[in-house]
């Protein structure tokens, strides 16, 4: 079969290529490496992880908030494997939701590992280890990423774990440690936390989510703080042991020499992930990586090799499976004539726990280090009326803007719905919009988005009306 355009890997990135492509009129394949198609994304990454986030922010809302609303229950109970269950079954219809909108974009589907024989023929693996070749014009690479593991940590799969095998686990462990305070190590351990697991966090920076805004870092750790959640920070993890029933965690702080060993039932690491380009067969193309894995890509999302682009976690960026789905639209516009654009300042971030962590553009470090000038509006959660009366007063919003243009530089916010919220700043960003235009905007009353409103003000005129 001969094709315009192959994709390899059939996460958010490549799925959504596929579709852009076939309704460009490309004539399209996907190959996925696994049975179900979705990717990390969707069989093992965001969607079963907030699956099990939702359920468990129920469970701990009925445990903790639910009387102060009035509402009152008795011998509450949590069913572990029926909320796995749950998340498995939701896993189920987003997959099946992507095979058939690839039913309906008429995208052919090959299911085993795709590699390159050359550059325009790709060998398809099948799990039985029968093989075709597939010939194409172009090839879209969107093979995602897989957890990092260092040998000195010791995944086993059993008692030392991934993300991967934590979304699987059907009794609930009465003791965690989690290497990496970054968003993955953080969704899951408030996941366990709230269903009642002492989790402890070992990270080797200063602070939770290095990277991102000082004050949403600080907040955060402060209500994990109150749930339960331990930190060990400035930590280096020397080793981890997993044996039938434990897993031994030795560490030692950065200020010093001492060393501490913890025994728990299960150590998840959460260090991060690499580019996953195995069995791919670069050698029989002229595609490079750089020092880090990355396959290295020009302005157009193209390799070294005409006629090859690389997407999402494979090639340099934040690894985000709305990063990925935008340049797969972008390569798939590209390869057809037309002249489209991805802002990568413009990418928001999303940290899923309760209440949630959301950014856009440049944090006050970045504009520091740059020396851009610039103006804050921060405003508490606690001082609207929508938050006291749902019960959601944690947290803030804060907005940066440049000191002489008021053009809106970064926001960053931590609140509940904040995920949502953040698409209000991204959309005025990408029209260069002024704190004052956010600041005049009529916010509907009461929600949560008038807090944007009026960090907007605190950050125009410092005159905010409600604090």
Same mark, same amino acid.
């Given at each position: ?131 075709? &070749?597939? $010939?194409? !014009?172009?090839?879209? +690479? #969107?093979? @995602?990423?897989? *957890?990092? =593991? ?110 501490? &060993?913890? $025994?728990? !039932?299960?150590?998840? +690491? #959460?260090? @991060?992930?690499? *580019?996953? =380009? ?126 002489? =243009? ?62």
């Amino acid at each position: 079969m001969k094709y315009d355009l192959i994709v390899i890997g059939s996460g958010p990135g490549g799925y959504v290529a596929a579709i852009r492509a076939a309704q460009l009129g490309q004539k399209t394949a996907i190959i996925e490496k696994y049975n179900t198609l979705g990717g990390t994304c969707l069989n093992v990454g965001c969607i079963p992880s907030k699956a099990l986030l939702d359920s468990s922010e129920h469970f701990h809302q009925l445990q903790h908030t639910f009387e102060e609303h009035g509402i009152r229950a008795q011998k509450v109970s949590l069913d572990l494997k029926q909320m796995v269950a749950r998340k498995t079954e939701v896993v189920a219809q987003v997959c099946d939701g992507v095979q058939f909108l690839m039913k309906k974009n008429k995208i052919d589907v090959y299911h085993g590992i795709g590699s390159f024989a050359d550059a325009k023929h790709i060998k398809v693996t099948a799990a039985d280890g029968s093989e075709s &070749v597939l $010939e194409t !014009d172009k090839t879209i +690479i #969107a093979t @995602g990423s897989k *957890p990092v =593991t260092p040998a000195a940590m010791g995944y086993d799969k059993q008692r030392v774990i991934t993300s991967t095998e934590a979304l699987n686990i059907s009794s609930l462990p009465k003791h965690m440690v989690i290497i990496g305070a970054g968003v993955i190590g953080l969704e899951l351990g408030s996941v366990f936390a709230r269903l009642g697991t002492q989790v402890e966090v070992v990270e080797y920076m200063d602070k939770i989510l290095p990277g991102m805004d000082k004050d949403c870092s600080r907040e955060l750790m402060r209500s994990l703080k109150k749930m339960g959640m331990t930190f060990h920070l400035s930590h280096e993890v020397l080793s981890v042991k997993g044996t039938k029933t434990k897993a031994k965690i030795e560490m030692k702080s950065r200020k010093g020499d001492e060393t501490t &060993v913890i $025994e728990s !039932d299960y150590c998840l +690491i #959460a260090i @991060g992930r690499r *580019p996953y =380009t195995d069995q791919l067969g670069l050698e029989n193309t002229g595609v490079q990586v750089d020092e880090r894995g990355r396959i290295i890509v020009d302005e157009h999302l193209m390799t070294n090799e005409p006629g090859v682009y690389a997407i999402g976690d494979v090639i340099k960026g934040a690894m985000l499976a709305h990063k990925a789905e935008e340049e797969g639209i972008f390569v798939a516009e590209t390869i057809t004539g037309q002249k489209p654009h991805v802002d990568y300042n413009l990418i928001p971030g999303v940290v899923y726990t309760w209440p949630e962590v959301a950014a856009v553009g440049k944090t006050e470090e970045m504009l520091k280090e740059e020396g851009i000038a610039f103006k804050t509006g921060k405003f508490p959660m606690r001082a609207l009326g929508r938050s006291k009366a749902s019960g959601d007063t944690e947290g803030f919003v804060k907005v940066i803007a440049d000191q002489s =243009t008021d053009e809106i530089l970064g926001v960053h916010m931590f609140a509940a719905r904040a995920a949502d919220m953040i698409m209000e700043a991204v959309a005025l960003m990408e029209f260069r919009a002024s704190a004052e235009d956010m600041a005049r905007i009529s916010h509907p009353h009461p929600t949560y988005t008038e807090a944007i409103k009026e960090a907007a003000l605190a950050a125009t005129d410092n005159r905010p009306l409600h604090s």
